[in-house]
């Protein structure tokens, strides 16, 4: 998978295009019946697509790394409860893998800290996020050589889980 990625982001769909409408395809909640008769529209066919069909569609999305998988555990309580509580949650460090062999992010992260000015006489410096601040320079510093920060914002506003 990873090399295919290397000669086409999109792997194993064929473009940006083909890949948002598959996107849009495999998110929308269409049947498998509903998805053959958009894919079978004169419009749709003439679309450069890399699946013709929602099997073949689906064969292609099955192809896609599958990302970290979740874990389930019951949370233990001092009272009782109509129901048992269950953290869902996925490993940190397969996360964090997943993160770094995602080919979309590669150009998205900075592997060391940076500052940012204004003009080439840098006179005013720009704070934009958490790598363009002191605190990356001064952690970064402590470091041995060779080493690189790896920052993460552990965080969400929304989980949605079906």
Same mark, same amino acid.
């Given at each position: 998978?990873?090399?295919?990625?290397? +000669?086409?982001?999109?792997?194993?769909?064929?473009?940006?295009?083909?890949?948002?409408?598959?996107?849009?395809?495999?998110?929308?909640? *269409?049947?498998?019946?509903?998805?053959?008769?958009?894919?079978? *529209?004169?419009?749709? $066919?003439?679309?450069?697509?890399?699946?013709?069909?929602?099997?073949?569609?689906?064969?292609?999305?099955?192809? *896609?790394?599958?990302?970290?998988?979740? $874990?389930?555990?019951?949370?233990?309580?001092?009272?009782?409860?109509?129901?048992?509580?269950?953290?869902?949650?996925?490993?940190?460090?397969?996360?964090?893998?997943?993160?770094? $062999?995602?080919?979309?992010?590669? +150009?998205?992260?900075?592997?060391?800290?940076?500052?940012?000015?204004?003009?080439?006489?840098?006179?005013?410096?720009?704070?934009?996020?958490?790598?363009?601040?002191?605190?990356?320079?001064?952690?970064?510093?402590?470091?041995?050589?060779?080493?690189?920060?790896?920052?993460?914002?552990?965080?969400?506003?929304?989980?949605?889980?079906?």
């Amino acid at each position: 998978y990873a090399s295919q990625c290397q +000669q086409n982001l999109y792997y194993p769909f064929a473009s940006l295009g083909d890949w948002e409408i598959a996107n849009f395809l495999l998110t929308s909640r *269409l049947s498998m019946r509903a998805i053959d008769k958009f894919l079978s *529209l004169c419009l749709t $066919n003439s679309l450069p697509l890399s699946f013709s069909t929602a099997k073949e569609l689906c064969s292609h999305a099955e192809m *896609l790394p599958s990302g970290p998988h979740w $874990n389930a555990r019951v949370v233990p309580t001092t009272h009782p409860m109509k129901s048992p509580i269950t953290l869902y949650y996925c490993d940190l460090l397969d996360c964090v893998e997943s993160l770094f $062999n995602h080919p979309l992010f590669m +150009q998205l992260m900075d592997y060391s800290p940076f500052c940012l000015f204004t003009t080439a006489e840098h006179i005013v410096r720009v704070f934009m996020e958490w790598m363009s601040s002191d605190g990356a320079w001064d952690l970064q510093l402590k470091f041995p050589k060779g080493s690189t920060l790896c920052s993460i914002i552990l965080s969400s506003d929304k989980t949605h889980i079906t």
